[in-house]
């Protein structure tokens, strides 16, 4: 089944506690992409990557780290959490662009103390 | 600077009637616009998209509308379900470049 997959599903943890959140699709897609989604404020890009090795920066990227060593993964890291950081995301993976239909995972939620 | 909004919130309609979703953007750069739905617990999927070179795409019940001399872009839905209750968001895109835009935001409701 194609699908895109995160892991963890849910996570609380404290301040300035370094965590990694994984994002693996099964698509062969080249894009991927991580978001945000806030009450009020829709869902706003973090970053994205249109292949292995290239990484670039959405609307909100700071507090936020990326990697795309391999073609199916791109985990988003969270050097130093803050409570601002608590949120819902997603990743998500497309053909090569972006613009074409993204398939997005089930979300992680995180909540920082 | 929100370059795509969804100035409705929410928006409730009877079922069988047209459902018409509203996204204004601000950047005329814009070449590409998406629109995606979400059900709680779950991850948006893709319901239509347009390029800028078209004013009008039609899927099924789901037509998008582009007027970009205003800047506006318009989701129809007819006939409406209540399955179509969800929370509706629009984006917007440059060419190949990966950065996606999204708005806030449209709950719609479709009473039996």
């Known amino acids: 089944e194609a699908q895109v997959t995160q892991n963890p599903r849910y996570l609380i943890t404290v301040t300035g506690k370094k965590l990694t959140v994984t994002c693996s699709q099964n698509?062969?897609?080249?894009?991927m992409s991580w978001y945000r989604q806030d009450p009020g404020l829709g869902l706003r890009q973090i970053y994205y990557?249109?292949?292995?090795?290239?990484?670039d920066k959405g609307d909100v990227p700071e507090g936020y780290k990326v990697s795309r060593k391999e073609k199916r993964n791109f985990p988003l890291i969270l050097e130093s959490p803050s409570p601002n950081q608590t949120s819902l995301y997603f990743c998500?993976?497309?053909?090569?662009?972006?613009?074409?239909?993204?398939?997005f995972g089930p979300g992680t939620r995180l909540l920082v103390l | 600077d929100q370059q795509v909004k969804q100035n409705s919130p929410s928006l409730s309609v009877q079922e069988g009637r047209i459902s018409i979703l509203n996204c204004d953007y601000t950047n005329s750069m814009f070449d590409y616009f998406l629109w995606y739905k979400k059900y709680p617990a779950e991850g948006p999927t893709f319901l239509i998209s347009i390029s800028s070179i078209k004013d009008k795409n039609e899927d099924g019940r789901f037509t998008v509308f582009l007027n970009k001399s205003a800047k506006h872009l318009s989701l129809h839905i007819v006939p409406s379900q209540p399955g179509d209750s969800a929370v509706y968001f629009c984006?917007?895109?440059?060419?190949?470049?990966?950065?996606?835009?999204f708005g806030q935001g449209t709950t719609l409701q479709v009473k039996p």
């Open positions: 990557s249109m292949n292995v090795e290239v990484t």
């Open positions: 984006a917007a895109s440059f060419l190949n470049t990966g950065k996606l835009i």
């Open positions: 698509m062969n897609h080249e894009y």
């Open positions: 998500a993976s497309s053909f090569q662009t972006g613009q074409e239909t993204q398939y």
